[in-house]
């Protein structure tokens, strides 16, 4: 069953199971604007308790994935008085990171189907997914340095876990642009589709990571993506009390008995 869910900046369909969120701002490159942060954060929520949804697709609507953050935002955040400039950018940072944590805590796989250039804020969106799926006409720019800028939305912290730490520095130092060949050999794209069939390759991805008990993937996704900075002994206590939720869902009783069922048959 197909669902579709239209907004005016964001757009969602569901399908066997895959959400595929479609940022939609294509006369500016998907470029991010409050706006289209609030309708994302609520449809993130939206799939995230949708028991249906059993995984998530990002990409974008056009020639682009995401441009990044909107630049005429930014001349008008420049226009008031300078004593509000810092704190009226504290607090729309921490806009900007609840839409990032909300997609990196979704507790589900996700999936960057990143159709063109993802750029800035982008860029950063994509590896704050689980997965991303480059098409052969994507571009990958940390380009915050050409607007004085830091990374905001999580790079800093995403990048280095993908592609290693000296790496992530010369990739944000520069803002230069990685072609989809490069991004797959330094581990910041996992696959590369044709342009044509990128989503539907996703989607089918997807489908196959999200095969598996919801609650194992949930909690399993919810420790590993903390693994880098804990440790071992806090990972070990994680895993029990994850384990002993899992031993309570109707997935693994169903399947054990399933198991126990297979095996009584092979030995009549």
């Known amino acids: 069953m197909k669902e579709k869910h239209m907004t005016g900046l964001v757009q969602l369909s569901i399908d066997d199971g895959v959400a ?5 701002r294509p006369e500016v490159r ?3 604007n409050d706006e289209m942060r609030a309708e994302l954060i609520s449809i993130i929520e939206q799939v995230g ?3 249906a949804v059993r995984a998530v697709v990002l990409t974008g609507s056009g020639q682009s994935f995401c441009s990044g953050g909107d630049v005429g935002g930014m001349k008008e955040r420049l226009a008031v008085p300078a004593g509000d400039v810092a704190f009226n ?23 960057a189907a990143v159709n063109g250039a993802a750029a800035g804020l982008g860029c950063d969106m994509a590896l704050a997914c689980d997965f991303i799926v480059a098409s052969e006409e994507a571009v990958f720019m940390m380009s915050f340095i050409k607007r004085g800028l830091v990374s905001d939305g999580g790079g800093m912290y995403f990048l280095p876990r993908r592609v290693g730490l000296s790496r992530a520095k010369e990739l944000i130092f520069t803002g230069r642009s990685v072609a989809p060949t490069e991004a797959l050999d330094i581990g910041l794209a996992d696959r590369v589709s ?14 196959e990571l999200g095969r598996g008990s919801s609650a194992a993937i949930a909690l399993s996704k919810a420790i590993l993506d903390r693994t880098f900075e804990t440790a071992e002994e806090q990972v070990f206590a994680l895993g029990r009390e994850a ?14 008995a399933a198991f126990l069922d297979k095996s009584k048959r092979r030995e009549r």
Not at 20 to 24: A, K, R
Not at 194 to 207: F, M, N, Q
Not at 243 to 256: G, K, M, R, W
Request: charged share 15%; hydrophobic share 40%; with cysteine.
């Open 20 to 24: 595929i969120i479609t940022l939609h």
């Open 194 to 207: 044709p342009a044509a069939t990128l989503v539907s390759d996703a989607a089918a991805w997807g489908r």
């Open 89 to 111: 950018g504290w607090r729309r940072q921490q806009r900007t990171h609840k839409g990032v944590a909300a997609l990196h805590g979704l507790g589900k796989p996700t999936i």
């Open 49 to 51: 308790n949708d028991n």
């Open 243 to 256: 384990q002993a939720i899992c031993y309570t869902t109707a997935q693994h009783h169903d399947s054990v």
């Open 30 to 32: 998907n470029a991010i």
